[in-house]
């Protein structure tokens, strides 16, 4: 059983930092490909950034350039920096993990990660 477990989120203002990261249980965690999605009440979750096995990432193009996700498979850990925060990056945030080693469209519908955290809730305010 995959077990994920997402922290970091906060309220800040527009213009600040915040680290997210997300600690998996369960083995095989190098040979997952692994995704942070973000959310908002009543819409669908959409793709964020995204890492896979041989730590190829792709972001949106909305975050490219201010977010950074990075993994760590000592640690089990995968992490998003989030640099130069918008209003619109309010969200809950989830991290994924798909037992696929790479997605050819990583940040594509939701359905193809097979394990999700709770989410943790990042909220910028301007």
């Known amino acids: 059983q995959v077990r994920l477990m997402e922290s970091g989120g906060g309220s800040v203002q527009a213009g600040s930092s915040l680290i997210l990261s997300c600690v998996v249980s369960?083995?095989?965690?190098?040979?997952?490909?692994m995704a942070w999605y973000r959310q908002l009440p009543g819409k669908e979750r959409e793709g964020v950034a995204s890492?896979?096995?041989?730590?190829?990432?792709h972001y949106s193009e909305s975050v490219k350039g201010r977010f950074t996700i990075s993994r760590d498979n000592a640690r089990k850990s995968l992490d998003l920096q989030m640099g130069s925060l918008r209003p619109e990056d309010t969200a809950m945030y989830y991290c994924?993990?798909?037992?696929?080693?790479?997605?050819?469209?990583?940040?594509?519908?939701?359905?193809?990660?097979?394990?999700w955290g709770q989410g943790t809730q990042v909220t910028v305010s301007s």
């Open positions: 369960g083995h095989r965690f190098d040979e997952y490909q």
């Open positions: 890492i896979n096995v041989w730590s190829v990432t």
């Open positions: 994924g993990v798909s037992e696929a080693v790479s997605l050819d469209d990583p940040l594509g519908p939701s359905h193809q990660y097979d394990y």
